[in-house]
């Protein structure tokens, strides 16, 4: 949400109702104050556009709506896969318009959405690396080729499945080395020592490296030295980090969870395997490991996917023109 408000706000008047992780605090407007502000439209006569994202955002807008007779157009975006409450359906039929942000995700809909506008990421802060081999030596942890899996480290996310491909694979390929990069909470140490221990009966201790949390502007880096970017959760809501990667410049094996069987092109930037499979974890990987130059195009393939439609920039003005339009 942030980075769609940095181009929004150059191209629209528009407030955040609310500080939390706000960088530019003039933005913000307290409740109280948007339903004073919106007790009259417009001085074209226009209604304001009240965009929520969340369930606790749709009962703000329709409590500004109906009860404080609020001005404005209720817009919901949705990214949720799973079935919806009665209650959570009945506030997103109170809406005036509602967007998915993937074909999965309007799957989940009471109703069919009035646009599926997808999530963008900013393609100038995740770029390919000059010299992918370097940028991978660079980083000190050893192969010739890095592969990983970044998010928080936890069973939901599929990194047992990432180990356990590697564990079996690496022998057959010994210039990767792959890194496990993301927070540990303490309630997943345990599941984390498990797959150390598991590594280690494995002779990979030395070749499957858990990070911890790094900090935020390491991350770039880390995408665009990879070669091959894993993404295996079992639910996802979108999924940036599938864009992320791509426009990194690297190949990625994904889930068909959030929004990526949408984005990867099989074959072209990378595959779609099923969740919690295994198999399908191992064969795809073992598929791209052994082909490293055509591991190398789908990274250039996946770059050039974002770049003509995942910006977050185009992400901006698609929602800018669909709320001028409910005028």
């Not at 209650?87 to 646009?115: E, Q, Y």
């Not at 936890?154 to 927070?183: N, S, T, W």
């Not at 068909?256 to 064969?283: K, M, S």
């Amino acid at each position: 949400m942030l980075q769609v408000l940095s181009y929004q706000k150059t191209q629209i008047n528009l407030r955040v109702m609310g500080t939390h992780f706000l960088p530019d605090q003039s933005l913000a407007i307290s409740f109280w104050q948007t339903a004073k502000m919106c007790r009259a439209p417009l001085k074209n006569g226009k209604w304001r556009v009240f965009h929520a994202r969340r369930v606790d955002e749709m009962i703000q807008g329709v409590l500004l709506k109906y009860l404080f007779k609020a001005k404005i157009k209720l817009v919901f975006s949705s990214a949720a896969q799973r079935k919806r409450s009665a209650s959570t359906v009945w506030l997103t039929r109170k809406m005036d318009a509602v967007i998915a942000v993937s074909k999965r995700s309007a799957g989940f809909l009471c109703d069919p959405p009035n646009l599926v506008s997808p999530h963008g990421v900013q393609v100038d802060d995740y770029l390919p690396a000059k010299d992918k081999l370097q940028a991978w030596a660079d980083l000190g942890f050893g192969g010739k080729y890095g592969v990983g899996i970044l998010g928080r480290v936890r069973k939901q996310k599929g990194v047992h499945l990432m180990v356990e491909a590697c564990i079996q694979l690496f022998d057959k390929y010994p210039d990767y080395h792959c890194v496990v990069v993301g927070a540990i909470s303490s309630s997943n140490k345990e599941f984390v020592e498990q797959l150390k221990s598991k590594a280690e009966k494995a002779n990979m201790s030395d070749r499957i490296t858990f990070t911890g949390e790094l900090p935020f502007e390491q991350i770039p880096k880390i995408f665009s030295a990879l070669s091959l970017v894993a993404a295996l959760s079992d639910n996802e809501g979108f999924g940036l980090t599938v864009l992320e990667a791509m426009s990194s410049g690297a190949a990625v094996l994904a889930t068909e969870a959030g929004a990526w069987e949408d984005i990867v092109r099989p074959a072209i930037d990378g595959y779609i395997v099923p969740v919690n499979n295994q198999q399908a974890v191992t064969e795809k990987m073992d598929l791209m490991l052994s082909n490293p130059e055509k591991l190398t195009q789908m990274g250039i393939e996946g770059r050039k996917h974002v770049e003509t439609n995942y910006r977050v920039e185009d992400e901006a003005t698609r929602l800018i023109e669909f709320f001028r339009s409910l005028q």
